[in-house]
C-alpha cells in the first residue's frame, strides 16, 4: 500500500546529511542535470574532461551508471589509460582530465575492481608527473614552481585510486606536504602559481590548498585524530561558548596569532573511512613521513585563519563553481558541519539559486564554460565528496520527497505493484490527475495519483507547465477540508512560482493538520528562495517541540508555532504585496 502524502522539511542546521536537503536545491539539481543530459544527446559536451566531470555529477546525483551519458564517460576515461600513460584530449591539462577520470572510475567500481588495471595505469602516470618539489603543473612546465589547482586534482585522483585499492608511494603525499608548506603565504593564504609571483593569496586556492592537505594527512597520518572541532586549545567553556567563530579565534590582520584548532576524533568513522584508514596504515607500515603532523596542522591552521577573516562564497573571482565544490570537500574532509562559524550549504547554496540558469537550468564559468560548472554546482549540492566518504547516503533526485514509506517511486529498484500503477497513472494529463485527487474516496487511489503528479512535475517540463495552467483548480483543492488534498495542493501551489498564491500558502499555516502546515511552508521557502525561511523557527513542529509532550499540551504547543510562523510570514508578506492589497487593517493590526 502506498502511504500517506507528506514531506519532510529541512532541520535548523541543514548541513548534515542528505535529508537535510531543501526541496529547491533538489529542485536546481534536477534542473542541472536535465541541462546536461540534454546537451550530451546534442552532442555539445566535449570528449575530453569536461565528459568525464559530467559523468562523476550525474553519479553523484544519483542518476543510474547504465545511463548512456555516464557509460560514455566511463568508457572515455577508462580507454585513455594503458601501458602507465594517459591520453588526454589535450595534453597541457593531462593532470586535471586524468585525476577527474580517476575519481569518476572509482565512483563507478564501487569496490569491484573492474577498472583497477585502468586505475593503477593512470595512477602511476600522474605520479610520473609530479615534480621534483612535490606539486603538479602544466604539461611542459615541470621547471616552474607548481600549480596549487593541477595539484589539487592530482591528489584528488590519487586519493580514488588509493581508496581502489591502487598503491601510492607514501613519498608522493609527503613530498606534496613540503611543497604547500613552503608556498604558504605567510598570512595562511595559497596562490594559483607561487612562483613567479603574479597573483596573490585568493579564495578558490587557499580553499584548495587546505583541502590538499586534508588529503594529504589522511595518509600521511592515518591514526592521527581527523575532526576539526569547534573548540580550541587551553580555553574555558565560557570562553568557548562566546566565541564569535565555529573554528578560530578572531585573529589579528596580519594573521600571525593564528589559534591552534583542536582536532578531535571523529565520533564514527563510516566504512569507507574504515578501509581508507587500513589501507593508509598498511602503506604507512615501512615509511616514516619528513613533514611533522604539527607542520601540516600549523599550515592548514593558518589557511583556515585566512578563510576566517576574509569569508565568502561568492564574488570569488573567474571560478565560482569551482570554489564551492571545493568548500563543499573542506567541509567533508575536515568533519566540518560549520567552516569557520558559517553554514556553508546554505549559504553555497543560494548563490547556486540566484545565478543557475532561468531557462535552461546550467551555471557558466569563463573559462570552464557550462558543462564543468555545472556539474560543480551539482557536485556542490548533492554533498559529493561526503558521498565517497560514506558520510551522507547516495544522493537522489527522489529523496526528501516521496522516498521509501513516503511514496516516491525509486528508479533504481525494481517496480513494485504500487509503482506499476503509478506509472499507469503517470500517462494520465495533469488536470485528469488534480481532478482524480478532488473527486476519488479511495486512499489508495488517491495516494498512487499524488505519488504520479509528483513525478511527473519534477521529471517533465511540459507537466510543470500543465500545472501552472492549473492555477484555479489548485486554488480550490487547497480550500478542500481533506488534508490529504490539502498537502499536495499546497506542494504544487508552490511550483507555479506565482506570488499571487502566497496568501493562500501563509494560511495553510494555520490549518488543523502539521503536514498541512509544513507543505505550506516548504511552498513558501521554495517560491522566495529562502532555504532558511525567515526564522531558525521556519522548520517542522516536530523538531521544534518537546518530544514529552502530549496530549493538550503538544496541541497548545503546535498551536503556538502556527500562530507565531503565520505572523512572521504575514508580516513579511505585508512588505511585499501589491498596493491593492495594502489596506487591510485588521490583518495589520493582528501581525503586530
Known sequence: MISAFSFSLPSAHAAGGADDIPPEFRAS????????????AAKEIPEDGRLIITGLALLKSGIPPETPIIQAAISNAAGKAGNNKFGAAEQKKDVYEAGVALMLLEAADHGQGKYLPQMESIANYIIGRQAAHGAWDYSGDEADAGDTSMTQYALLGLWSAHKAGVPINPKVWDDAARWHINTQYPDGGFTYHPQPVTSGPSHTMTVSGICNLLVIRRHLYPEAPGKWGNQSENKSKEDRANRKFGVLEEVDAAGTELEQLEVEEAEELSDVEKSEREKAIAAMKDYTPTVPLAAIDKSITGGMGWLN??????????????????????????????????????????????????????????????AAATAFGIMFLTKATAQSLGKVPVFGLDAGLLVGDRGLMNRNKDKSEDDKEVEEKKKLPVEELLTTLMTSANPEDIGATQVALVDKVLFEDQSREALIAQKDLLLKMAADPRPDVKKIAYWALGRTEDYAVIPVLIDGLLVDNVDANVEALLSLCFMTRKPNGLSEKDVSPDTLLDPTLEGEARLQAVNQWREETYRRWKKWYFTIRPYSQRDDIEEALRIR
Open 29 to 40: 539539481v534536477e534542473r542541472a542535470v536535465d541541462y546536461l543530459q540534454k546537451s550530451f
Open 309 to 370: 577573516r576574509k569569508w565568502r562564497v561568492s564574488q570569488v573571482g573567474l571560478y565560482a563553481y569551482y570554489y564551492l565544490y571545493s568548500m563543499e570537500r573542506l567541509a567533508a574532509l575536515g568533519d566540518m558541519d560549520l567552516v569557520v562559524g558559517h553554514d556553508w550549504y546554505m549559504e553555497g547554496g543560494s548563490v547556486l539559486l540566484n545565478t543557475q540558469n532561468p531557462d535552461d537550468g546550467f551555471w557558466k564559468e569563463a573559462h570552464s564554460g557550462e
